[in-house]
């Protein structure tokens, strides 16, 4: 079987996460897809729609790698965060609250066989005074992240509670991808 991996994102934090476990893609192509929820959609099934669809734009040899990460407040997707606007709503809707973070992960194996995981994390974040989230959104980290906050930055002294996979909140369940793959048949020499 094939060792070639392509990674189906353009996260430099996905990309971090496989180093951290000694994977390295051959390959990254960034999926051009809509990632527009559908109405009604419950946030797990949109995180995993939307795994399927990058899976599904790259035609490339060998393994190809694809992941998505939803935040979901209830049955409430808060969105991957293109304004400063829309990254303090999230905020302030996220303090003192739990939440979830719904990552989805598809491989495909150069035979066609496909695998896939959803993994549900719930995270807590403490009380946000509003100047605490002002000096949050003053350091861009927030730009282009579900709910507005990456774990893995600042944010993570939001945090009080965290029940499931850290790394996939950080955008990749590491244990979970490291199975599939194995599962499929990848391997480096």
């Known amino acids: ?20 476990i000694g994977v390295v893609p ?6 051009e897809i809509d990632e527009t929820p559908h109405k ?15 899976l599904a734009a790259v035609d490339a040899p060998g393994f190809v790698l694809a992941a998505d990460t ?11 965060t293109d304004t400063i606007d829309e990254a303090r709503l999230c905020l302030h809707r996220l303090s003192g609250r739990r939440h979830h973070v719904l ?7 150069p035979d066609g066989r496909i695998a896939e995981r959803l993994v549900d994390s719930a995270v807590g974040f403490a009380r946000l ?5 002002e000096d949050y959104l003053a350091t861009g980290e927030w730009r282009g ?12 002294v939001f945090v009080d509670f965290l029940a499931g996979s850290y790394s996939a909140v950080v955008g990749l369940p590491l244990h979970e991808t490291e199975k599939l793959l194995r599962g499929l048949g990848f391997f480096r020499p």
Request: charge should be positive; hydrophobic fraction near 50%.
């Open 145 to 156: 992240k579900a709910g507005g906050y990456g774990i893995q930055g600042r944010a993570a």
């Open 129 to 133: 005074e509003s100047r605490v989230i």
């Open 1 to 20: 079987m094939s060792s070639r991996l392509v990674l189906a994102s353009s996260s430099p934090r996905r990309l971090a996460l496989l180093n951290q």
């Open 70 to 80: 939803v935040v979901a407040l209830g049955r409430r997707m808060l969105p991957k």
């Open 26 to 31: 051959d390959q990254i192509i960034a999926p």
């Open 103 to 109: 990552t989805a992960i598809a491989l495909r194996a």
């Open 40 to 54: 009604l959609e419950l946030p797990r099934f949109a995180a995993q729609r939307l795994a399927r669809a990058k």
